[in-house]
C-alpha cells in the first residue's frame, strides 16, 4: 500500500508538472509581451504593409501638397524595425488622451501633420519656453525632431510647441515624444527619458 501511494504521488506530480508546461506555454506569452499571439499577428501584418509603403520619404512640408491620399505611411530615411516600431507604439499608448500626439510614428494622417506645421507656424514660445525646447533639442535621439529638416522636423517642433504651451510638457517629454515618433527607420531602442 505504501508503494501505491508513492507511486500515486509521483503521477501526480508528472502529471502536475505537465499541466505547468502546457499552461506556461498558452499563457506565458501573453503576460510576457503584454500581447496575445493574434495581437502580434495583427501588427506584424500593419508593420510589413508599412514598412513597404512610400507615401513617407524625406522632403520639406510641400510634400504633403505632393502626396495622394491621406495619410503619410513608412519610413522616410531607412527600413522600419519591427523591435523598435512595437516599443515606439507601446510608449506612445500612454499619451493616447493627447490627440495631437500621432499613435503610430509610421502612419499619420494628413490632416493631423497639417494641423501640427500649422502649429509650428502659429505658436509663439515665451523666451522660458523656448529654453524648454532647447533642451529638448539636445536631449532628443535625433538631436531635435527629426534627423533632418524634413516635413516630419517641423510637423513635430509644431507638436512640441503645442505640449509647452498647452500641456506645459518639459524637455524630458518633449524629448521622449520625439523619440516615440522617430520616423526615420532603423534598429535601436525608443528612447527612455526622466520625467
Known amino acids: 500500500m505504501g508503494e501505491t501511494i508513492t507511486l500515486t504521488k509521483k503521477r501526480l506530480f508528472i502529471i502536475a508538472g505537465m499541466l505547468m508546461a502546457i499552461s506556461a506555454l498558452l499563457f506565458l506569452p501573453q503576460f510576457k509581451t503584454g500581447h496575445s499571439v493574434k495581437e502580434v499577428s495583427a501588427l506584424e501584418a500593419k508593420f510589413n504593409q508599412l514598412n513597404n509603403a512610400n507615401t513617407n520619404f524625406c522632403a520639406g512640408p510641400s510634400i504633403l501638397d505632393k502626396v495622394q491620399g491621406d495619410r503619410l505611411q513608412g519610413a522616410c530615411c531607412g527600413a522600419m524595425d519591427f523591435h523598435r516600431y512595437k516599443e515606439q507604439l507601446e510608449g506612445?499608448?500612454?499619451?493616447k488622451n493627447i490627440k495631437e500626439i500621432p499613435q503610430d510614428p509610421y502612419d499619420i494622417s494628413r490632416s493631423l501633420a497639417d494641423k501640427l506645421l500649422s502649429f509650428?507656424?502659429?505658436?509663439?514660445l515665451t523666451e522660458e519656453q523656448q529654453e524648454v525646447y532647447d533642451k529638448a533639442v539636445k536631449l532628443?535621439?535625433?538631436?531635435?525632431?527629426?534627423?533632418?529638416?524634413?516635413?516630419?522636423?517641423?510637423?513635430?517642433?509644431?507638436?512640441?510647441?503645442?505640449l509647452i504651451t498647452e500641456?506645459?510638457?518639459?524637455?524630458?517629454?518633449?524629448?521622449?515624444?520625439w523619440d516615440l515618433e522617430d520616423g526615420c527607420g532603423s534598429p535601436g531602442h525608443a528612447s527612455k527619458h526622466e520625467n
Open 92 to 95: 506612445l499608448e500612454k499619451l
Open 140 to 162: 532628443s535621439h535625433e538631436g531635435g525632431p527629426c534627423c533632418c529638416k524634413c516635413w516630419r522636423w517641423y510637423a513635430f517642433e509644431g507638436l512640441a510647441k503645442y
Open 167 to 177: 500641456y506645459n510638457f518639459n524637455a524630458e517629454q518633449i524629448a521622449e515624444v
Open 120 to 124: 509650428q507656424k502659429t505658436i509663439i
